[in-house]
């Protein structure tokens, strides 16, 4: 039986939780981006600029952390203020408490993503690699896990110790 690759291609976004390395209890629900939908992005942030006569093209940092954190991060829970500090450089004012949750919100997601290189790197592994979100099979799982750093484990399918 012969069968089209077309036929199997799947439509509907493929999601996962992954909790955050260093910060237990983070958790990210983040959208797997195919090859597709990356080259948009990354077409849709290059920019033109000129210097003296010369036009390059570069990335607009800025604005691929917005397009990421739009298209990849669709979630979080577990982010408490404490944590904020392993992320990106802040200042903590005296009215909030350690353990106050820091919501999720497009917003606050594409400032992460802009301002923690960490969470922005970390992210982008995740989201290219299909095997984090498409393993089924557990001969599967555990050849590719052999292979992994535990950070890098979908946090719904790691093996505990």
């Known amino acids: 039986m012969s069968i089209d690759i077309k036929s199997l291609v799947k439509t509907t976004e493929t999601s996962r939780a992954f909790e955050y390395p260093g910060i237990e209890g983070f958790i990210v629900t983040l959208v797997y981006l195919g090859r597709s939908k990356m080259r948009s992005i990354n077409n849709k942030c290059t920019v033109s600029r000129f210097k003296g ?22 979630g979080w ?16 004012g005296d009215t909030l408490k350690a353990e106050d949750l820091v ?3 497009e917003e606050n997601a594409e400032l992460l993503m802009e301002h923690s290189i ?7 592994d ?23 750093p535990d ?11």
Request: proline content about 4%.
């Open 103 to 105: 919501k999720y919100t």
């Open 151 to 161: 950070t890098l484990k979908p946090f719904d399918e790691k093996i505990q110790p």
């Open 53 to 74: 006569n010369r036009q390059f093209q570069t990335v607009d940092e800025a604005m691929m952390a917005k397009e990421l954190s739009t298209a990849a991060v669709t």
């Open 118 to 124: 960490d969470f922005g790197n970390w992210v982008e």
């Open 77 to 92: 829970d577990g982010l408490k203020v404490k944590h904020m500090k392993l992320l990106m450089p802040v200042q903590l």
């Open 126 to 148: 995740i989201i290219l690699d299909i095997q984090r979100f498409t393993l089924q099979d557990k001969k599967s799982k555990e050849a590719i896990e052999g292979n992994l």
